[in-house]
């Protein structure tokens, strides 16, 4: 970190990976929870001799900043304080600056292992997460999700108390075992009887130590009945969706869910849902009488990968779903848990770090998924050779979640190219190679940030960020966050968010898309024309009584802070809004909104959230507690 950036972030602020601490009476005691929260996100940096004022941050430094240094080393190495240690003496560095001293501290992100980082010997409520907002405390859930997967023992060779071979369905493991058969007559396997044959595959295990042996979590899943799964995993889902209508009313044109209608174990999931993900594909494919592949495309065998790939590393004991989409133009796999490798290491390929390795066994032995780390390469493979978007892998950290998108289109149709145009408008023609890039992954992908952008070019990170600013400050891309927390999304209502899609609707009708009020997916105020809600054909008096609201504090560049409280309370009063639209509505940076009064009057109770403890979520929207 030289001081030309310190001297840049300082004009920006805080944001997602960047805290400021004066530290003029030593260090405080709030930067274990940064660190903390750093160490189990993306890692960030704390500076420490800078001091905010007013809405401005300057460098007031430290007079003997090895004090400060000493006590971050005493409780950097105190497993009473911080557990585990992240950092190394070459991530504190101190740099001057008009003779004035800060000192840098770069928190790495914390490997899977060493995960949860959390503080006061007590990872249940020392443990806290980054976001926007600053940083906050982990929910019970997600904190044993990191302890989980911080374990080299595979979660799916845990053995279930209380469940035998009686809980599995004789039917999907008979189908297993004939599927297998026809793919190698000869195996041995096929010689034992049922209970014989599920111990090979893991899915039965004696404990060595323990003398324990039962039903495992891979069998259970595998093989399982939809009451037996539901009595040991109670928030188990597995959801397939088409959506291949034009009509916007139509939500999806076909779905197979949890539902009491069929056996719901990974087995018959994966049988049921391959099929319908390949009938339409515009390429050749056939199955002999056994329906095994013949002559199979790569795409096929792509879709296979990405298929097989959403079940065998999500976190089953999660509370999140796994949801397979299909639409015209994309296919989207969600799963619950983050990737265990580098997002980088997966596109170069050859390193496998499964959660669940029996259940990858399973299917392998039916001639199903990768072992050698080469499945992602053969989805990329696939997707190049007809020239479509390289697929797209995105991490939700504050959702522990991981989104596989796989877009059914070449990089520039001429559709969407004409779509380009009409927001760029005559500048089109002077885009470089790179912008045009970015502006197609944004539109196909809904949202992105500099790292989904990187494995397309082979531009520095910095040179695309420069571009991005460039787009933004252009009003051909929107921005939400900062720092490498930023996401842009393309203005326009034929982009969306692929995890926002693929969660399920909230119940109430405020804020989904045909609701009349004002959450940025309505269609009225958030939106991306520039227009306010007076322009609009409808909802005229409801639009000029916010704006008449809102009229105090738009009009001024600064405004007290009571007076922006009291008017955010009064709108809050009215309905539920996005931080979106009541920074349009003060005409305020909603970034700055977020930090300084919406985190703060939710702590303190004047505003409640729609999904508590989710203040990323895509659809997030705020009321007065007095009127929820």
Not at 290 to 311: F, K, M, P, Q, Y
Not at 460 to 467: A, F, Q, S, T, V
Request: net charge negative; aromatic share 8%; hydrophobic share 35%.
């Amino acid at each position: 970190m030289t001081l030309e950036k310190i001297l840049e972030q300082l004009k920006i602020g805080e944001d997602q990976d960047v805290e400021f601490k004066s530290a003029e009476g030593g260090l405080p005691a709030s930067i274990w929870e940064t660190i903390s929260s750093f160490g189990n996100t993306e890692g960030g940096y704390i500076f420490l001799g800078v001091s905010q004022k007013g809405d401005q941050f300057e460098i007031t430094g430290l007079r003997k900043p090895e004090f400060q240094i000493k006590a971050f080393w005493d409780g950097h190495n105190n497993p009473k304080k911080l557990s585990p240690p992240i950092c190394s003496h070459s991530d504190i560095t101190t740099i001057s600056h008009d003779n004035r001293k800060v000192v840098v501290i770069r928190v790495p992100r914390a490997s899977r292992q060493q995960r949860p980082v959390f503080i006061n010997s007590n990872p249940l409520t020392g443990t806290f997460k980054r976001n926007f907002e600053g940083d906050y405390r982990c929910t019970e859930a997600e904190v044993r999700q990191m302890l989980r997967d911080a374990s080299d023992t595979p979660q799916d060779t845990t053995i279930l108390a209380g469940f035998d071979i009686t809980d599995l369905d004789a039917e999907s493991l008979s189908a297993f075992r004939n599927r297998f058969a026809s793919r190698d007559p000869g195996h041995p396997f096929l010689a034992l009887n049922d209970f014989d044959f599920l111990e090979r595959l893991g899915g039965l295990r004696k404990d060595r130590n323990t003398g324990e042996e039962g039903l495992t979590l891979a069998g259970l899943l595998m093989f399982g009945r939809e009451q037996s799964l539901l009595d040991a995993l109670p928030h188990f889902h597995l959801d397939y969706q088409e959506q291949l209508s034009d009509d916007p009313e139509v939500r999806w044109t076909h779905r197979f869910t949890i539902d009491g209608k069929w056996e719901p174990n990974l087995f018959n999931f994966y049988h049921r849902t391959y099929p319908r993900l390949v009938a339409d594909l515009d390429v050749p494919f056939k199955l002999d009488k056994e329906s095994v592949r013949l002559g199979e495309t790569h795409v096929h065998e792509a879709l296979r990968e990405a298929l097989i790939n959403c079940l065998i590393h999500a976190d089953h004991q999660s509370t999140r779903p796994i949801i397979v989409l299909k639409r015209r133009d994309v296919f989207a796999f969600q799963n619950p848990g983050r990737l265990r490798i580098p997002k980088d290491m997966l596109y170069e390929g050859g390193i496998s770090d499964p959660r669940n390795p029996n259940i990858q066994k399973m299917f392998q032995m039916l001639g199903l998924g990768e072992k050698a780390g080469s499945g992602f390469q053969k989805i990329l493979r696939a997707w190049r050779e007809q020239h479509w978007l390289i697929p797209l892998v995105s991490e939700k950290p504050d959702l522990e979640m991981t989104l596989v998108t796989l877009p059914l289109v070449s990089l520039i149709p001429d559709a969407v190219e004409h779509e380009l145009k009409e927001v760029v408008g005559e500048s089109y023609a002077s885009l470089t190679e790179l912008d045009r890039i970015i502006l197609i992954l944004a539109h196909r992908f809904g949202v992105v940030c500099n790292s989904d952008i990187q494995p397309y070019r082979r531009e520095h990170p910095r040179e695309i960020g420069e571009r991005l600013k460039y787009l933004v400050d252009h009003q051909w891309l929107q921005q939400a966050g900062k720092g490498r927390g930023t996401r842009y999304n393309f203005p326009s209502a034929a982009s969306a968010d692929l995890f926002v899609d693929l969660q399920e609707p909230p119940s109430s009708g405020h804020y989904v898309d045909s609701s009349g009020h004002y959450a940025d997916s309505s269609g009225h105020y958030a939106d991306s024309s520039g227009h306010s809600l007076k322009d609009r054909d409808h909802k005229d008096e409801e639009a000029d009584r916010f704006e008449i609201i809102a009229a105090p504090v738009r009009e001024k560049k600064r405004a007290p802070k009571e007076l922006v409280e009291q008017t955010i309370e009064a709108l809050c009063s009215e309905d539920w809004l996005s931080l979106r639209t009541l920074a349009k509505l003060l005409n305020r940076d909603s970034e700055a909104l977020r930090k300084h009064y919406i985190g703060r009057m939710v702590r303190g109770g004047i505003l409640v959230a729609r999904f508590p403890g989710f203040p990323n979520h895509p659809e997030q929207t705020y009321k007065t507690k007095k009127s929820a």
